[in-house]
């Protein structure tokens, strides 16, 4: 008699799921990765879109990597792509009172519009203090209007912080804590300081679709099984020990343990047994969703990879991806984002394209009179519900742990990091933090012996 590997199923081919699974792997475990999407990429997967001269692929969301992802950069050596990041220098602009400008040197910061010196000195010195503070715990008990409040001042926090709180966090900026800001900040300070002063972000060249490509064929050596158009619908206890995991439409499959990495609402819905505590704890955390439209243009609209937009928009910034990626890789056209953050429940989330088409443009062809139908090759809108958990007030104590009270049932989600922005790097640090902790402790119910 010899006790086989254990069996592991994972939840979610997002990059947290495929990272998880393929560090479980390489600890001798037995993985199946189970995604509900016909293919794997979750969040940084990549989408076609559609031009009079053939089709386009790149990624659904923006993403750039920075000099100090070294958990993400790891990994991408790891595939053999360290050599196929390609950096560059960005600058950023803002759109405030109908006008377009620069804010990347410090005498473009002192050119914002309507803002006493006396104010700037205070923003600038706001944002110095939120890039020293080293205690997050402190910062996640004050909601982030106060602390703006207390070092910028009340006209400022209106007129400056507002708009951009207001872009990410919606209606729930009164609920968050300072400690988004802080994370914020410091996410931005490191692209700053890695690239000398100026801001210096990456990208693999062929997008994440390479990425994810490279990671399937590295799971494959590795032995783990990938399914792609399978939604679990339930994971429970089995009664001979182990757990089950039942895919729609299939019958249910035996492991001795199971990841799940989805969103907290998805994990209640799927997991049987948890008690009442650890399914109040996965209820009570608050998400921000994303309504995300791509454009494929035929000319370059700014020099700016990112416009911070101080007057009202139907999007909450916009997003020039061929500022920084070579639009050769695009066909030659320009790739713009515009991003709009939602609430879950927000009508625009089912708002036909047409609709959100019309709005958009119309917008963007304020700030940028070329924009026109005639200008735009391609448009395609994507919708996500639960991007990001928005880190309320005390936030760390309530965060869902990793095991629950159902033995050999694990919850390994994005909504479990604490001290930082939601990106691709954090999200490959939870799971090998994850994979090695999980590995390091035995599975409460026994390995199944093979005979
Ligand atoms: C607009 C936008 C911009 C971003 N920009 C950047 C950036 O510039 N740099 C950066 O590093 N990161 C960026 N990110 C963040 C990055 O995309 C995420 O950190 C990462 O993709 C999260 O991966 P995940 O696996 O945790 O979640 P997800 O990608 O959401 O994966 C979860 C997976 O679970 C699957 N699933 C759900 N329910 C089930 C079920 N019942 N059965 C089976 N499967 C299921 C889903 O289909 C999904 O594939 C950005 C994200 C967005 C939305």
């Known amino acids: 008699m010899s006790a086989g590997p254990e069996r592991w199923a994972v939840v979610g081919g997002g990059m947290l799921g495929l990272t998880l699974a393929l560090r479980l792997a390489g600890e001798g475990r037995e993985v199946t990765l189970i995604e509900s999407a016909a293919t ?91 890039g020293r503070i080293r205690d997050w715990h402190h910062m996640e008990q004050i909601p982030v209007a106060q602390w703006l409040t207390r070092w910028s001042g009340r006209a400022t926090f209106e ?22 800001l802080w994370a914020t900040i410091r996410r931005l300070t490191a692209a700053r300081r890695q690239g000398l002063g100026r801001e210096r972000f990456g990208y693999v060249a ?34 001979g020990g182990g757990l089950t995991a ?15 990495t989805t969103d907290a ?24 969703g994303i309504v995300c439209a791509s454009l494929l243009l ?18 909450t910034a916009v997003v020039e991806m061929t500022a920084l990626v070579d639009p050769a890789e695009l066909g030659g056209h320009c790739l713009v984002y515009l991003p709009r953050y939602v609430a879950p429940d927000d009508p625009l989330l089912d708002a036909p394209d047409a609709e959100i088409r019309r709005s958009f443009v119309a917008a963007l062809a304020r700030m ?5 139908d005639e200008a735009i090759a391609a448009f395609r809108v994507s919708r996500v519900r639960r991007v990001f958990a ?37 999200t490959v640090q939870l799971a090998e933090a994850a994979a090695s902790r999980l590995c390091a402790t035995a599975s409460a119910v026994p390995a199944r012996v093979e005979s």
């Not at 400056?160 to 988004?180: I, M, N, V």
């Not at 390479?210 to 399978?230: C, M, N, Q």
């Not at 940028?368 to 026109?372: E, G, L, N, Q």
């Open 40 to 130: 794997a990429g979750g969040l940084a997967s990549p989408w076609r879109l559609e031009t009079p001269d053939g089709p386009v692929t790149w990624d659904r969301h923006y993403h750039v990597t920075l000099l100090s992802d070294t958990a993400l950069r790891g990994l991408l050596a790891e595939l053999g792509l360290e050599p196929e990041l390609r950096w560059g220098d960005t600058r950023t602009g803002y759109w405030a009172q109908e006008r377009l400008s620069p804010v990347s040197t410090p005498s473009e910061f002192l050119a914002l519009p309507g803002l006493s010196p006396v104010a700037k000195a205070r923003l600038a010195a706001t944002i110095a203090v939120g």
């Open 159 to 180: 007129r400056f912080w507002l708009p951009l709180l207001r872009a990410k966090l919606g209606e729930a900026w009164p609920d968050t804590s300072a400690a988004f």
């Open 206 to 239: 062929g997008g994440y679709a390479k990425v994810l490509d490279r990671l399937a064929a590295r799971l494959a050596e590795r032995g783990v099984t990938l399914r792609t158009g399978a939604t679990v619908e339930r994971v429970e206890a089995a009664s």
């Open 246 to 260: 039942t895919v729609a439409g299939a019958e249910p499959e035996h492991f001795d343990r199971v990841a799940v």
């Open 265 to 288: 609402p998805t994990a209640v819905r799927i997991c049987g047994g948890l008690s009442v505590e650890e399914r109040e704890r996965l209820q009570g955390i608050r998400y921000q």
């Open 298 to 315: 035929r000319a370059p609209l700014s020099p700016y990879y990112l416009t911070y937009l101080f007057d009202e928009m139907p999007f």
């Open 368 to 372: 940028h009179p070329s924009v026109d």
């Open 390 to 426: 928005i880190p309320t007030i005390g936030y760390s104590a309530r965060v869902p742990p990793m095991d629950t009270s159902v033995p050999g049932l694990h919850l390994v989600g994005s909504a479990q990091i604490v001290n930082g922005t939601l990106n691709v790097n954090e």
